[in-house]
């Protein structure tokens, strides 16, 4: 990322964010195994018609990683609130990937009057995740061996996975992905959210979804190896007026595939494009 970053505090502990632009606020939330840079592909486009700011979760990145913590998705909702409170944003659009989208349906039910519209990609949820690898996780076991080895070899392997264009799989760019892993503060950050993952928290909304009356789109990146387009589809279906975009040459991590198509898709969805 080419920007400062910033902190604000939530509960005694720091949370980072990078902020630019001008214009209506356009909070950015990522997933598990990244942290903010997953945006940076996106942040030209955005940054001409948005305040943007990409936060941190709690655990990851540059955010702190204190041992312990509650690192679930209804705890990070809260978290993500507090410091818009903090920075006094009142109302804002919500462009979120994998677990922060399941973080994105929290805060959308929650906290309806607050969130304009939501960008759901990727996402999470009801109970058709978490998935493995990270599953092995939140085994006790696998989480130590983890904490000791994790092993670059694989990580990459993982990433690689996840992107459609493999040629973009760059030295530079498993570099970001590894950065938080090279500490051991920055392993353990990893390993509790893992250990936090909870579908349930997901499983409890289900119904709420059903009365959202904000615009909801969903992109799904039909090359996703990890989460099924069943996800995307009956969320599609149960989130009243929702959108639904399927782009053939995204996987995973497809902000590194079509960052200008994801750029042009929420300039069109919130109203700027």
């Known amino acids: 990322m080419d920007l400062p970053v910033q902190f604000t505090e939530v509960d005694g502990n720091r949370i980072a964010f990078y902020r630019t632009g001008g214009g209506a606020p356009l909070v950015l939330v990522h997933g598990i195994t990244t942290y903010s840079f997953i945006w940076r592909r996106l942040l030209p486009g955005l940054k001409k018609n948005f305040d943007v700011i990409a936060i941190d979760l709690l655990g990851c990145g540059a955010s702190d990683k204190p041992v312990g913590k509650d690192y679930s998705i209804k705890a990070q909702s809260r978290i993500i609130k507090q410091a818009l409170d903090n920075l006094g944003i009142d109302s804002f659009h ?72 493999k040629e973009r799989v760059t030295d530079e760019l498993m570099e970001l992905f ?53 996800i995307c589809e009956k969320l599609h279906r149960e989130i009243p007026g929702s959108r639904l975009e399927r782009i053939a040459t995204g996987a995973h991590f497809i902000q590194e595939d079509e960052p200008e198509r994801l750029v042009a898709l929420i300039n069109d969805f919130t109203g700027v494009g």
């Not at 590894?178 to 997901?202: H, M, S, V």
């Not at 799904?220 to 099924?228: E, H």
């Open 94 to 165: 919500l462009v979120t990937h994998d677990i922060g989208g399941g973080i994105g349906q929290i805060m959308a039910v929650d906290y309806p009057e607050r969130v304009r519209d939501l960008v759901l990609i990727n996402t999470v949820a009801y109970d058709y995740w978490p998935v493995q690898p990270i599953i092995t996780m939140r085994v006790p076991f696998i989480r130590q061996l983890a904490m000791a080895s994790l092993d670059f070899g694989i990580f990459k392997t993982i990433v690689k996975r996840g992107i459609y264009h």
């Open 178 to 230: 590894w950065q938080p892993l090279r500490t051991k503060e920055g392993r353990q950050g990893f390993l509790q959210l893992a250990k936090c993952i909870n579908n349930q928290l997901l499983l409890d909304i289900a119904d709420r979804l059903k009365d959202l009356t904000i615009p909801v789109m969903i992109v799904r990146g039909d090359a996703d190896p990890y989460l099924t387009p069943e």
